[in-house]
Nanobody
């Protein structure tokens, strides 16, 4: 069974940066898409960014130009670099991994943007 473990969340001031990591048990190369989603209190989970095995990316409009998703297949780890953070970025961030027949989620990591 695939395990995804997120890390890197925390409390940061507006305008600050954080880098989230998602460690995948086993080979990440088999996953066609790696993604980051977030869920704020009383809101639905939403896509933040995703990256294909070939490196194609797409982002939510709200994070374009501020967040960057990447994946290192050799380290079986996906990343989300978050810059210029805003209070509205506050949420639990979840890693997602998709391959034919499976759709796996991590436990989530809290990101709080506040002064």
């Amino acid at each position: 069974q695939v395990q995804l473990v997120e890390s890197g969340g925390g409390l940061v001031q507006p305008g600050g940066s954080l880098r989230l990591s998602c460690a995948v048990s086993g080979s990440m190369f088999s996953f066609t898409v790696m993604g980051w989603y977030r869920q704020a209190p009383e809101k639905q989970r939403e896509l933040v960014a995703r990256i294909t095995r070939g490196g194609s990316t797409n982002y939510a409009d709200s994070v374009k130009g501020r967040f960057t998703i990447s994946r290192d297949n050799a380290k079986n780890t996906a990343y989300l670099q978050m810059n210029s953070l805003k209070p509205e970025d506050t949420a639990v961030y979840y890693c997602n991994a998709v391959r034919p027949g499976t759709n796996s989620w991590g436990q989530g990591t809290q990101v709080t943007v506040s002064s």
